[in-house]
């Protein structure tokens, strides 16, 4: 049984040694106890043809981050960045102590759409509660969109953030935006490679993304248009504590 685990028990050891503790008066009154803090984190994508892999979101310590720019990218983030699959991080998280609950979205998110999440944790953790959001824009090599773990703590019931998420260069592949190696729809008719264990970009660093170059811009061999562009944040993601 991993640590986490034996947190979530704890607590609810905790919980019942709580209320048995509270029952010693019959003229107490009835308190209901209630020891979930829980968000609405809606996801939205708001480029005119990037769609987002399957999201990743998760709660966690404000110790926790799943990437550093600057820093090179772990494999799983690569696995995200360069071909959409989330299944590695969701894993690592799984095995973090750090954090406390992480879910993959149900699919793509298409331009112009959004998915609703609801993700809860334990009161004890809002002291250093922090929402991390990842996605692939899949019109690109290994753009990586991303809220890098946001604080969320001392939010209260009915209180909304909201955060324009960052769009990171992984660092793990060139941006070559040829049909062979972007997996995304734009490449339709290429080899539309996803993951590939070799790190050929610039540097094997995380950095924040200087967007697309495109076909219309110059670059030849791009399979992209204008339309693949983003010159600003394209993802919003608002976050309601609902509990
Ligand atoms: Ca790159």
């Known amino acids: ?17 709580a209320l048995s503790a509270c029952s010693s008066s019959s003229d107490d009154p009835v308190v209901s106890v209630d020891t979930d803090l829980v968000f609405e984190i809606t996801v939205t994508n708001l480029s005119a043809n990037q769609p987002m ?3 990743v979101v998760a709660l966690h310590q404000d110790s926790y981050q799943a990437f550093e720019t600057g820093a090179s990218a772990s494999v799983a983030l690569e696995e995200l960045a360069e071909g959409g699959d989330n299944s590695a991080l969701l894993a690592s998280l799984a095995s973090s102590d750090q954090v406390l609950t992480e879910v993959g979205g149900a699919g793509a998110i298409a331009p112009g759409g959004s998915e609703l999440f609801e993700l809860s944790a334990d009161d004890n953790a809002l002291g250093t509660l922090s929402l991390s959001v990842l996605s692939m824009l899949v019109n690109t090599n290994d753009a990586v969109v991303a809220v890098n773990s946001q604080s969320l703590a001392s939010m209260a019931v009915n209180e909304t953030q909201t955060f324009y998420a960052l769009s990171y260069d992984a660092g793990t592949e060139a941006n070559t935006e040829t049909a062979d190696t972007i997996p995304g729809p734009a490449a339709a008719g290429g080899a539309r490679e996803g993951f590939n264990a070799t790190r050929d970009d610039i540097r094997d660093e995380i950095s924040v993304h200087a967007g697309v170059v495109t076909q219309d811009d110059g670059l030849s061999t791009s399979v992209l248009t204008q339309a693949d ?7 919003l993601v608002s976050v309601v504590r609902v509990d």
């Not at 049984?1 to 040694?17: E, H, P």
């Not at 562009?229 to 993802?235: C, E, G, I, K, L």
Request: net charge positive.
């Open 1 to 17: 049984m991993n640590t986490k685990r034996l947190f979530r028990l704890a607590s609810v050891v905790g919980i019942g040694f």
């Open 53 to 55: 892999s399957p999201a």
């Open 229 to 235: 562009r983003w010159d600003h944040p394209s993802v």
